[in-house]
């Protein structure tokens, strides 16, 4: 196994950093390697904001209400962005279009693909990160905050910083059932190795150091499941131009 | 620059393979990376298809239109999918939802979070990837190859295999017009660097080995996006269960 395998392997949240902010070529090779990620018919349909004003980042911290959003080395915001195709083609012969779903799917994906380019760079110097979709709990007040135009959306963000914790490391599905070969399986087939990764779940809460908890997978993601969040952020993608068609 | 960070920097879509097929710890060891991405609140929303069966490849070539679809070391399909939650609710007492908009978001996230993190470890042990957006082309299609049942969205494809090309990088957007600090510039602000850009793609286009061509990056995504493409992916969604909120 290579050292990148490793890497990616041994992937942690981590939710605690220190006080010590990143310098500017940390930050350039972060976003470098975010920018070098494929993108769909190279539209590059995405921007980055970093945020460095204390009040800013205050603010975000009060939509994400996790102490983690101030504290950091550095906090990005992923934004899906067709404002610069849009103010290109004002300026030319085109008439272009980005308010299918189809669109926003391809700005979704070509800013998620950047984002965990930026993680692993980050997790390869030795940085922690923690993706934050917890901006979207307001996403019309990200849009003010950040003054987005038209044509763009706030998708997550990413805190990255030097760690001062090590993270723990959280167990995935059992292959077999994330896993299938030339089509999808009727229930029966993984319902075993579901009940099995529960088991394997439930143990690791039992018995790792801090926040010890009874708990299992399928009961945690239900309980997610069953809330109904951030209803609005239909209407919010609507009045920025998207799911139109 | 370390390894990591050369390789995220030095990628390039791969699109002719040798035709010779991943083995079993290959396609493992990219599936345990994948899933090692970080996931929204631990609900890993996706699944991975492999297409093993030639009748199915050549069936999703068919709507992919791109010969390397059908030859390649492995062809993996990204689904969103929240039906292995459906199903384990169904036998709780807990009501969920997946039909927000939200939860479609989270569901790509977790996807393309996951993809990326295959394509690294792929390139890392030298096999090379390209993304396939096009199995969109008709997802209902895919849907119906792929017997996928409610709650899942093939969102994309990926090849992977042994390189029989370098491939070309492709140069990205200046670090100016796609990063900016606390809020979105006006367009003036970055004018300047995209008219630099399309110098560069310009050039880039005219000097490479193959595929010569007079093209500049705003010209050729502005025609990508003045096409009206895959306007059926709203339906598509909305019969899998999703977009109902």
Redesign the interface.
Known sequence: ?????K?????R?LRKFEERALDQDTI??L???A??????????A????????PE?KKAIREISTQAYVEYNGHLFIF?VD????K???SR?D?????N????L??G??DA??A???M???AE??GLG???L?SI?NDAAKMIE?????EG?FP??GMAVGYPVEEGSF?E??P?E????????PE?EE??ES?NDYDETVTQYYKTREENKRNDK??????????K????D??DV?KNQGF?G?
């Not at 109904?228 to 209803?231: N, P, T």
């Open positions: 196994m290579n050292e990148t395998i890497l990616l392997q041994n992937h949240s350039h090779i976003i470098k390697s920018q070098q990620a494929s993108t769909s018919s190279y539209v590059q995405y921007s980055i904001i970093g945020i460095t004003d800013k934004v067709y404002n610069r195709h103010q290109l083609a030319s085109y008439e272009i279009k980005f299918s779903t189809e669109s799917l391809v979704i994906v998620a693909l984002a965990e380019n993680a692993i760079a390869s110097m990160i923690v993706f979709g979207r905050i950040l003054n987005l135009p763009t998708i997550f959280k995935r599905l292959l059932a994330v896993y299938f070969e030339n089509e999808y229930f993984v319902k579901l997978w399928s009961r945690q993601v239900m309980k997610t499941l069953s109904k969040e951030r209803l952020v239909h993608l799911l068609q």
